[in-house]
């Protein structure tokens, strides 16, 4: 892609009429365009693939270490809270795939839909099974559906079954689900919700899948790592997902060493909570060096120190 053609593009974002450039989905190579700072692997429609065991490892990291991690890195948009969730006692970590839905306009529905049958998406059913089909495995669902309940409802459990056998995780709706008990049922599916309701979906329709979407407060792209638990969900773009995950895990680490040394009462708390002296650091260091369970490979913590700064 050009930069005239990628600046056309991100000006279809910033006007709000995506459906004018003619397609569903954006191209591999806009994708890749507008998730440039990934050098990784990536899914055929252009998506970044971050690794599976980062997801894994991000599970574990908490909602306020990975907000200031990626606060500190100018990221301030990343974070939403008061959610409905289906199993608060579960974390669900995966790749975002995005959606955006309008309130109904015929003409420009029929403009999607006609641009879809171009496309070979599926002409059975409502348009809001097109983002269901692109699912793959490790995928999460993060649709915006400007916060509409009643009759906002884009998925019940026939669709969440759709979306667990695909993509083996669940959804984050800036919207609302009909058939909570049913959705229930389907093990292993979760959902973080704005609301939910008996109605079925009307007067709104899909717009774009793989767009940015705004859930919230949060700026959302295609390939971003999903970090959803009972204190909220944060999104985590592909290239900063790494560095925050041994951030994370080192801040941890830190945190169970001082509590060790503070029940032991070999520090004050004054010490532990201003910079370290020295003689801690080595303490730290030597505790670090002696240490069994980490959560990361002792290579990678090797490297992560060389460039520590305290």
Known sequence: MNRLSFVCFLLVFIWGEPLFAQQISPT????IALTSKWTGERFPDGRPKVPDELLERLSNVSMEEAWGILRNRGYNNQ?????????????????????????LRPDANDLVKEIGKKEGRA??????????DT?????????DGFGKIVDGTLI???????????SKRGVVFNG?????????????????????????????????????VKIGRAH???????????????????????????????????????????????????????????????????????????????????EFMKDRTW
Do not use: C
């Not at 985590?236 to 169970?256: G, K, Q, S, T, Y």
């Open 220 to 302: 959302v792209l295609p390939g971003d790592a999903v970090l959803a638990n009972k204190w909220g969900v944060i999104f985590v773009p592909a290239h900063l997902l790494a560095d925050l995950v041994i951030n994370a895990e080192f801040i941890v680490l830190r945190d169970e060493f001082a509590l060790e040394r503070l029940r032991a009462q070999k520090y004050t708390p004054g010490q532990i909570d201003s910079a370290w002296s020295d003689a801690i650091k080595a303490d730290f260091l030597d505790w670090l060096s002696k240490k069994q369970d980490l959560p990361m490979s002792r290579a990678e913590l090797d």
């Open 156 to 166: 019940g459990d026939n669709l969440g079954t759709s979306i667990y056998t695909k």
């Open 28 to 31: 591999p190579e806009q994708i």
């Open 79 to 103: 974070f939403e809270n008061d959610w409905i969730i289906l199993r608060d006692d579960q974390v669900m970590t995966g790749r975002a795939v995005t959606a955006q839905y309008m309130p």
């Open 135 to 143: 699912l793959v495995d490790g995928d999460i669902y993060v649709a």
């Open 176 to 212: 609302a689900v009909r058939d909570m008990a049913g959705l229930l049922e389907i093990e292993g599916f979760n959902g973080w919700v704005k609301g939910h309701d008996p109605s079925y979906i009307q007067e709104m329709m899909l717009a774009t899948i793989n767009y940015p």
């Open 123 to 132: 002409q059975a059913g409502g348009t809001n099974s097109w983002p269901i």
